[in-house]
């Protein structure tokens, strides 16, 4: 345990002394990722499918904030369906447009969670965005949470009926533009996994906050367990295409990642809990005190002694 203290210390250190350029470095690769993802899986314009165009763009993610970087692969998107199917692209526009107006009123520093939770579905690994979602944020994180939900979710349904969707004439369009509305919005599955994904980041939320022992511990539990119940309450209802053992690996995985969290930005010793009472003029204070887990990271310092020298200078002296 000690050596993970001073490892965790030597990376904080690290952190705030190079900080200037891990911040861009980690902008970059979430840059890149995002717009790799999106032309591997809807790549339908050949201009825009070149391998650079990842690399300059996350050029361009390292310098701006994540909500810009959201834009631009937004638009990139938007570029790419216009070869598939105008229907589509309108219905991906007034989407933009709705998640840029929630995005700028609510809470703007959650920019990246509209990246990362498509990128997580990519990868197979989406149930640790609750987690710590709920640890980090806020209940309104909720909102680009579930934007990032339905980004997913369109890219799939582009993805699997790109052909079909190919070749409508003007005249279909108003037809074809419901139809496509009615199949993007009744998927139960993308449904389900809004309404597991608000449920645990609003349980991990409240039960994080508690001032009870363990409360963080508890929280990533119960957020697991709440996601469990809601996807099995709704794969009951829908019959929804599920894999168990997928599931199963995301969830250990996303309690091993907040634990990992955890270890590094709540780590407390509940065994030195103390309980202060003072007052004031109006109010009688009750405070729980837990102190945080630190240590100092050791300074080595080696001081060679040449031995060999200092014997001749001895000798010299005596002669």
């Known amino acids: 345990m000690m050596e993970l203290l001073v490892l965790k210390e030597k990376m904080r250190r690290f952190y705030g002394k190079y900080s200037l350029y891990?911040?861009?470095?980690?902008?970059?690769?979430?840059?890149?990722?995002?717009f790799y993802l999106i032309n591997s899986n809807v790549g339908f314009m050949a201009r825009l499918k070149n391998p650079l165009i990842p690399v300059i763009m996350g050029l361009v993610a390292s310098i701006v904030p994540y909500g810009v970087t959201a834009f631009f692969a937004g638009c990139l998107l938007l570029a790419h369906v216009v070869q598939v199917s105008l229907?589509?692209?309108?219905?991906?526009?007034?989407?933009?447009?709705?998640?840029?107006?929630?995005?700028?009123g609510f809470r703007p520093g959650d920019g990246y969670l509209l990246l990362l939770t498509p990128m997580l579905f990519c990868f197979n690994i989406p149930y640790v965005v609750p987690i710590l979602v709920g640890l980090s944020g806020s209940i309104v994180s909720i909102i680009p949470v579930s934007s990032g939900i339905c980004i997913y979710y369109m890219i799939m349904y582009l993805k699997q009926n790109a052909g079909v969707l190919a070749g409508s004439s003007m005249s279909e369009m108003a037809t074809r533009f419901i139809q496509i509305a009615k199949s993007l919005f009744a998927n139960e599955l993308m449904w389900v996994?809004?309404?597991?994904?608000a449920a645990a980041v609003l349980v991990v939320y409240m039960i994080k906050n508690l001032p009870?022992?363990?409360?963080?511990?508890?929280?990533?539990?119960?957020?697991?367990?709440?996601?469990?119940?809601?996807i099995f309450v709704g794969?009951?209802?829908f019959e929804l295409a599920i894999s168990v053992?997928?599931?199963?690996?995301g969830m250990v995985i996303a309690v091993l990642a907040a634990l990992i969290y955890q270890f590094f930005v709540f780590a407390v010793d509940y065994t030195r809990t103390e309980?202060?009472?003072?007052?004031?003029?109006?109010?009688?204070?009750?405070?729980?005190?837990v102190p945080k887990i630190a240590v100092s990271a050791p300074d080595v310092k080696v001081q060679r002694i040449y031995a060999r020298k200092t014997a001749k200078t001895n000798k010299k002296t005596e002669h």
């Open 22 to 34: 891990i911040i861009p470095l980690i902008k970059f690769a979430v840059g890149y990722l995002a």
């Open 87 to 104: 229907e589509i692209a309108l219905i991906i526009a007034v989407f933009m447009m709705a998640v840029i107006l929630l995005y700028y």
């Open 193 to 197: 996994m809004i309404a597991a994904f």
């Open 212 to 230: 009870v022992d363990h409360a963080w511990p508890i929280a990533i539990i119960a957020g697991v367990i709440t996601q469990l119940i809601v």
């Open 235 to 237: 794969d009951m209802k």
């Open 245 to 249: 053992t997928a599931m199963v690996i």
């Open 275 to 289: 309980y202060l009472q003072y007052e004031d003029d109006e109010y009688h204070y009750y405070v729980k005190a």
